[in-house]
Nanobody
Framework: QVQPMESGGGMVQAGGSLTLSCSAS????????MAWYQRRPDGTRDTVAAITTKGMTMYADSVKGRFVASRDNAKEIVYLQINDAKPEDTGTYFC?????????WGQGTQVTVFS
């Protein structure tokens, strides 16, 4: 049972930066488009970024120009760099493969942006 493990969250002042990481064992990232999801304090969840196996990235309009997704397939790690953080970026961030049958969800990593 694959379960991604997210890390790197924390508290950051508005305008600051933070880099999240997501890992899983077993070579499961290879061949999968991966995405980052934000679960807001009100419980809603959105896809904020995705990255293909070739490194092509896609972003939600709300984070375009501020978030950068990247991956290291050799290390089986996916990253999400948050730049120019805004209070609305606050939430728990998860990663998973883009699939109709995603893996089990990890614990996520909490990001809190304060003014």
């Amino acid at each position: 049972q694959v379960q991604p493990m997210e890390s790197g969250g924390g508290m950051v002042q508005a305008g600051g930066s933070l880099t999240l990481s997501c890992s899983a064992s077993g070579g499961v990232f290879t061949g999968n488009t991966m995405a980052w999801y934000q679960r807001r304090p009100d419980g809603t969840r959105d896809t904020v970024a995705a990255i293909t196996t070739k490194g092509m990235t896609m972003y939600a309009d709300s984070v375009k120009g501020r978030f950068v997704a990247s991956r290291d397939n050799a290390k089986e790690i996916v990253y999400l760099q948050i730049n120019d953080a805004k209070p609305e970026d606050t939430g728990t961030y998860f990663c998973n493969k883009v699939d109709t049958k995603p893996w089990s969800w990890g614990q996520g990593t909490q990001v809190t942006v304060f003014s």
